[in-house]
């Protein structure tokens, strides 16, 4: 009975990853794989892991298979397109064009700067965790996601400002 809590339990762990993952701009196929992979890492390493860790070291570990597999082929992707779906019955389709755009010129800004300033960026601001949150899925200090926020919001800040320039 136990097993079964555990496999149910770990299910919905990593639904909540694979979702994390397709939120984060990770392709479905990817998505999957790291999922996968992290499940099979899990099953192997549970006796380990401590059960309070368990969401941020799957975590961590999809984050750490999609880097790897990136690095491999040498590309990172984020895709900010949110409107997957029906539109909106109270936007305009402008208002969709001109949106789509925006968050395509921001996901090629973030495809410019350090991978990890635009995960710290996507935890904080898309997906909406808190420091502490951040801290325990990063394995950094409260401190430390502090910083590093501030100096990927000022590169993105240099960024946006260049990119401005380059279509004046």
């Not at 994390?20 to 999922?35: E, F, S, T, W």
């Not at 999609?66 to 109270?90: A, I, M, V, W």
């Not at 904080?124 to 950094?140: H, V």
């Amino acid at each position: 009975m136990r097993e079964a809590l555990n496999i149910d339990v770990l299910n919905r762990e990593l639904n909540i990853v694979y979702k994390y993952l397709l939120k984060k701009g990770v392709p479905h196929i990817d998505a999957q794989d790291a999922v996968q992979e992290t499940a099979l890492k899990y099953i192997k390493l549970s006796d380990t892991i401590r059960s309070s860790k368990v969401r941020s070291w799957l975590i961590r570990v999809a984050l750490n298979y999609h880097y790897d597999q990136c690095r491999k082929n040498k590309k990172y992707h984020f895709n900010l397109d949110e409107h997957s779906g029906e539109p909106e019955s109270t936007e305009t389709p402008e208002a969709l064009v001109i949106s789509k755009e925006r968050a395509r010129e921001l996901s090629s800004i973030l495809n410019q700067l350090k991978p990890f300033y635009a995960e710290i960026l996507l935890l904080k601001y898309q997906s909406n965790f808190t420091y502490e949150e951040i801290a325990i899925i990063l394995g950094i200090s409260i401190g430390a996601v502090k910083i590093n926020l501030y100096r990927a919001r000022k590169k993105l800040l240099k960024c946006l400002e260049e990119a401005r320039d380059d279509e004046s």
